[in-house]
Protein backbone atom coordinates (compact mmCIF):
# COMPACT_ATOMS: atom_id res chain seq x y z
CA UNK A 1 0.00 0.00 0.00
CA UNK A 2 1.42 3.45 -0.72
CA UNK A 3 1.70 5.37 2.07
CA UNK A 4 1.30 8.81 0.36
CA UNK A 5 0.15 9.21 -3.44
CA UNK A 6 0.02 12.00 -5.17
CA UNK A 7 -1.89 12.38 -8.87
CA UNK A 8 -0.93 12.94 -11.11
CA UNK A 9 2.79 12.43 -11.56
CA UNK A 10 3.36 14.05 -14.90
CA UNK A 11 1.19 17.15 -15.82
CA UNK A 12 2.09 19.50 -18.86
CA UNK A 13 -0.13 22.59 -19.21
CA UNK A 14 -0.09 26.08 -20.91
CA UNK A 15 0.50 29.39 -19.78
CA UNK A 16 -2.71 30.87 -18.22
CA UNK A 17 -4.59 27.47 -17.77
CA UNK A 18 -6.00 26.34 -14.43
CA UNK A 19 -4.34 23.12 -12.72
CA UNK A 20 -5.10 20.96 -9.18
CA UNK A 21 -2.70 18.10 -7.41
CA UNK A 22 -4.40 16.27 -5.70
CA UNK A 23 -3.15 14.40 -2.39
CA UNK A 24 -3.61 11.24 -0.10
CA UNK A 25 -1.99 9.49 2.78
CA UNK A 26 -3.80 6.58 4.50
CA UNK A 27 -0.85 6.95 7.43
CA UNK A 28 -3.22 8.23 10.01
CA UNK A 29 -1.17 11.40 10.13
CA UNK A 30 -2.76 14.53 11.02
CA UNK A 31 -0.25 16.83 9.17
CA UNK A 32 0.37 17.42 5.60
CA UNK A 33 2.35 19.50 3.59
CA UNK A 34 3.28 21.16 0.15
CA UNK A 35 6.61 21.51 -1.26
CA UNK A 36 8.20 22.58 -4.17
CA UNK A 37 11.37 21.51 -5.88
CA UNK A 38 12.99 23.39 -8.38
CA UNK A 39 15.52 22.37 -11.03
CA UNK A 40 18.16 22.72 -8.56
CA UNK A 41 16.45 20.18 -5.65
CA UNK A 42 16.12 23.07 -3.48
CA UNK A 43 12.98 22.08 -1.19
CA UNK A 44 10.84 25.23 -0.42
CA UNK A 45 7.87 24.65 1.84
CA UNK A 46 4.42 26.34 0.75
CA UNK A 47 1.71 25.04 2.92
CA UNK A 48 0.81 23.03 6.01
CA UNK A 49 -2.23 21.66 7.54
CA UNK A 50 -3.03 20.64 10.63
CA UNK A 51 -6.27 18.53 11.15
CA UNK A 52 -8.06 20.51 8.17
CA UNK A 53 -6.83 23.86 9.34
CA UNK A 54 -4.07 25.73 7.91
CA UNK A 55 -0.57 26.39 9.63
CA UNK A 56 1.90 27.22 7.52
CA UNK A 57 1.40 29.66 4.60
CA UNK A 58 4.43 30.62 3.18
CA UNK A 59 5.19 33.47 0.33
CA UNK A 60 3.46 31.93 -2.52
CA UNK A 61 1.15 34.24 -4.63
CA UNK A 62 -2.30 33.87 -3.80
CA UNK A 63 -2.59 31.91 -7.48
CA UNK A 64 -2.12 28.86 -4.57
CA UNK A 65 -5.05 27.60 -3.02
CA UNK A 66 -4.55 24.53 -0.87
CA UNK A 67 -7.63 22.73 0.23
CA UNK A 68 -8.11 20.09 2.79
CA UNK A 69 -11.51 18.39 2.77
CA UNK A 70 -10.42 15.82 5.71
CA UNK A 71 -6.93 14.83 7.05
CA UNK A 72 -5.95 12.47 4.99
CA UNK A 73 -6.24 14.50 1.72
CA UNK A 74 -4.48 17.77 0.57
CA UNK A 75 -5.19 19.08 -2.83
CA UNK A 76 -3.46 21.92 -4.51
CA UNK A 77 -5.04 24.53 -6.98
CA UNK A 78 -2.55 26.68 -9.03
CA UNK A 79 -5.05 28.90 -11.12
CA UNK A 80 -3.17 31.52 -14.10
CA UNK A 81 -0.17 29.34 -14.44
CA UNK A 82 3.50 31.24 -15.39
CA UNK A 83 6.52 29.65 -16.75
CA UNK A 84 8.12 29.87 -13.23
CA UNK A 85 5.73 27.76 -11.55
CA UNK A 86 7.25 24.99 -13.61
CA UNK A 87 8.52 22.46 -11.27
CA UNK A 88 8.42 19.18 -8.92
CA UNK A 89 5.34 19.40 -6.36
CA UNK A 90 5.79 17.31 -3.13
CA UNK A 91 3.20 16.50 -1.00
CA UNK A 92 4.30 15.47 2.52
CA UNK A 93 2.86 14.08 5.66
CA UNK A 94 3.89 13.55 9.46
CA UNK A 95 2.16 13.75 13.29
CA UNK A 96 4.02 16.13 15.54
CA UNK A 97 1.95 15.76 18.03
CA UNK A 98 2.56 12.07 18.53
CA UNK A 99 6.26 12.51 18.00
CA UNK A 100 6.49 11.67 14.79
CA UNK A 101 8.49 14.77 13.21
CA UNK A 102 9.69 12.62 10.13
CA UNK A 103 8.05 13.49 6.70
CA UNK A 104 6.51 11.02 4.78
CA UNK A 105 6.51 12.32 1.40
CA UNK A 106 4.66 11.58 -1.61
CA UNK A 107 6.40 10.61 -5.36
CA UNK A 108 5.64 13.64 -6.71
CA UNK A 109 3.95 15.60 -9.71
CA UNK A 110 6.40 16.92 -11.66
CA UNK A 111 4.76 20.45 -13.95
CA UNK A 112 5.98 21.31 -16.44
CA UNK A 113 4.37 24.99 -17.99
CA UNK A 114 4.00 25.69 -21.41
CA UNK B 1 16.31 32.30 12.84
CA UNK B 2 17.07 28.80 12.18
CA UNK B 3 18.78 27.66 9.25
CA UNK B 4 20.60 24.37 7.36
CA UNK B 5 24.16 24.67 5.56
CA UNK B 6 24.90 21.28 3.46
CA UNK B 7 29.25 22.17 2.69
CA UNK B 8 29.37 21.02 -1.08
CA UNK B 9 26.42 20.83 -3.42
CA UNK B 10 28.13 18.01 -5.23
CA UNK B 11 30.85 15.19 -3.39
CA UNK B 12 32.17 12.54 -5.41
CA UNK B 13 33.44 9.28 -4.33
CA UNK B 14 34.80 5.82 -5.19
CA UNK B 15 33.22 2.83 -4.98
CA UNK B 16 34.05 1.19 -1.53
CA UNK B 17 35.48 4.11 -0.28
CA UNK B 18 34.02 6.71 2.87
CA UNK B 19 31.49 8.80 2.43
CA UNK B 20 31.74 11.71 4.40
CA UNK B 21 28.16 14.45 4.10
CA UNK B 22 28.65 17.91 5.81
CA UNK B 23 25.58 19.02 7.57
CA UNK B 24 25.67 22.83 9.82
CA UNK B 25 22.61 23.65 11.73
CA UNK B 26 21.80 26.75 13.73
CA UNK B 27 19.23 27.15 16.47
CA UNK B 28 18.34 28.44 19.34
CA UNK B 29 17.39 25.32 21.01
CA UNK B 30 18.56 21.73 20.50
CA UNK B 31 15.99 20.89 17.63
CA UNK B 32 15.74 17.18 16.18
CA UNK B 33 17.83 16.35 13.23
CA UNK B 34 17.05 13.97 10.12
CA UNK B 35 18.98 12.90 7.21
CA UNK B 36 16.75 12.17 3.82
CA UNK B 37 17.91 10.51 0.56
CA UNK B 38 16.27 11.26 -2.81
CA UNK B 39 16.82 8.89 -5.54
CA UNK B 40 16.26 9.99 -9.49
CA UNK B 41 12.63 10.51 -10.09
CA UNK B 42 11.72 9.79 -6.63
CA UNK B 43 10.32 11.54 -3.47
CA UNK B 44 12.35 12.02 -0.77
CA UNK B 45 12.70 9.14 2.22
CA UNK B 46 13.90 9.30 5.81
CA UNK B 47 17.87 7.69 6.23
CA UNK B 48 18.09 8.84 10.42
CA UNK B 49 17.08 10.70 12.64
CA UNK B 50 17.57 12.22 15.80
CA UNK B 51 15.76 13.46 18.97
CA UNK B 52 17.69 13.04 21.83
CA UNK B 53 19.26 10.61 23.61
CA UNK B 54 22.51 8.25 22.09
CA UNK B 55 24.47 10.86 19.84
CA UNK B 56 25.23 8.52 17.27
CA UNK B 57 22.41 6.95 15.09
CA UNK B 58 22.33 4.51 12.63
CA UNK B 59 20.09 4.21 9.82
CA UNK B 60 18.82 2.16 6.70
CA UNK B 61 21.86 1.18 3.80
CA UNK B 62 24.95 1.25 6.74
CA UNK B 63 24.53 5.04 7.36
CA UNK B 64 25.09 6.76 10.38
CA UNK B 65 25.35 10.28 11.89
CA UNK B 66 26.55 11.57 14.81
CA UNK B 67 24.81 14.89 16.55
CA UNK B 68 27.72 16.70 17.85
CA UNK B 69 26.17 19.72 20.05
CA UNK B 70 29.37 22.17 20.55
CA UNK B 71 29.74 21.92 16.51
CA UNK B 72 26.33 21.92 16.18
CA UNK B 73 27.17 19.93 13.64
CA UNK B 74 25.21 16.25 12.13
CA UNK B 75 27.58 14.79 9.52
CA UNK B 76 26.49 11.82 7.52
CA UNK B 77 28.86 9.22 6.90
CA UNK B 78 29.21 5.54 5.51
CA UNK B 79 32.35 3.43 5.38
CA UNK B 80 32.14 2.01 1.65
CA UNK B 81 30.56 3.28 -1.02
CA UNK B 82 28.22 1.42 -3.22
CA UNK B 83 27.15 2.90 -7.13
CA UNK B 84 23.65 2.61 -5.28
CA UNK B 85 24.29 5.31 -3.27
CA UNK B 86 24.34 8.06 -5.29
CA UNK B 87 21.69 10.22 -4.96
CA UNK B 88 20.80 13.45 -3.14
CA UNK B 89 20.79 13.55 0.08
CA UNK B 90 19.36 16.26 2.32
CA UNK B 91 20.00 17.29 5.92
CA UNK B 92 17.13 19.16 8.00
CA UNK B 93 15.94 20.09 11.29
CA UNK B 94 12.87 20.57 13.17
CA UNK B 95 13.25 23.31 15.94
CA UNK B 96 10.65 22.11 17.70
CA UNK B 97 8.66 25.38 17.95
CA UNK B 98 5.02 26.11 17.43
CA UNK B 99 4.58 22.36 17.77
CA UNK B 100 6.87 21.11 15.54
CA UNK B 101 5.23 21.44 12.45
CA UNK B 102 8.04 23.34 10.73
CA UNK B 103 10.80 21.15 9.19
CA UNK B 104 14.12 23.08 7.39
CA UNK B 105 15.79 21.53 5.25
CA UNK B 106 19.44 21.91 3.96
CA UNK B 107 19.87 22.88 0.01
CA UNK B 108 20.92 19.03 -0.53
CA UNK B 109 24.20 17.18 -1.52
CA UNK B 110 24.67 14.97 -4.82
CA UNK B 111 26.45 12.19 -4.13
CA UNK B 112 28.08 10.53 -7.26
CA UNK B 113 30.22 7.40 -7.13
CA UNK B 114 32.05 6.16 -9.16
CA UNK B 115 33.17 2.58 -10.60
Redesign the interface.
Same mark, same amino acid.
Given at each position: DTAVSQTPKYLVTQMGNDKSIKCEQNLGHDTMYWYKQDSKKFLKIMFSYNNKELIINETVPNRFSPKSPDKAHLNLHINSLELGDSAVYFCASSRPREGVTEQFFGPGTRLTVL | AQSVTQLGSHVSVSEGALVLLRCNYSSSVPP?L %?W?V /?YP @? /? !?? /??LL &?Y?TGATLVKGINGFEAEFKKSETSFHLTKPSAHMSDAA?Y %?CAV @?P?EG !?? %? &??I?G??T?LFVKA
Open positions: - | Y %FY /Q @N /Q !GL /QL &KTE %F @NL !GG %F &KTFAGR
